[in-house]
């Protein structure tokens, strides 16, 4: 929303936050690996390797979400051309699928529910279906030359990176579930 408002201050107050959490993914790793230490080797080996990959897709998935700030950050800032309405539209469409998605999968690992998981990756699928319908329509605006290179980028940029945060957010239920059930 900032970023099709043109509202900087707000993007720069998201990319503070972004970084506290990258901070914070880094305590996880350094307090998790103090705790893995105290478990039993054969334990410590399983859970371990389930851990450290949830971790990393925490630290991927809050990349995916400073590599989108940023870009949209220094777009406004340097006063590029603002995006077009249809663009504009594709992103408020797939917000909202992303947002419901993003919701579920909160729901799912809090409540321990991976009973639910199954309806949950038909919507992962249909949103990266949709990701792919999306960059197949800006390409072609580019080639059509009704979209400026500047823009495009950005767009480009936000895309493939919320599809890199949906894929890690699938990853990490697959992780979660399978620490869980190794318990």
Known sequence: DA??????KVLRNLSGKIDSHKDD??????LGTLGIRKLSPSDAFERGL??????????????????????CEEHIANNFNPMSTEQKEELA??????????????????????????ELYINNKWLLTDFHEMKRRQLKRVKNENASTKVSMVYLSIIQETHTLVTY???????????????
């Open 3 to 8: 970023f099709c408002s043109e509202d900087l």
């Open 25 to 30: 993914v880094k305590k996880i790793k350094r």
């Open 50 to 71: 389930y851990f450290y990959q949830a971790n990393d897709f925490i630290g991927e998935m809050v990349y995916a979400l400073a590599k989108i700030s940023v870009a």
């Open 93 to 118: 469409d797939t917000k909202k699928a992303l947002h419901d998605f993003l919701t579920d999968c909160r729901l799912i690992l809090e409540n321990e529910d991976f009973e639910s998981r199954r």
């Open 169 to 183: 957010t699938t990853n990490l239920l697959k992780v979660n579930r399978k620490l869980l059930q190794n318990c």
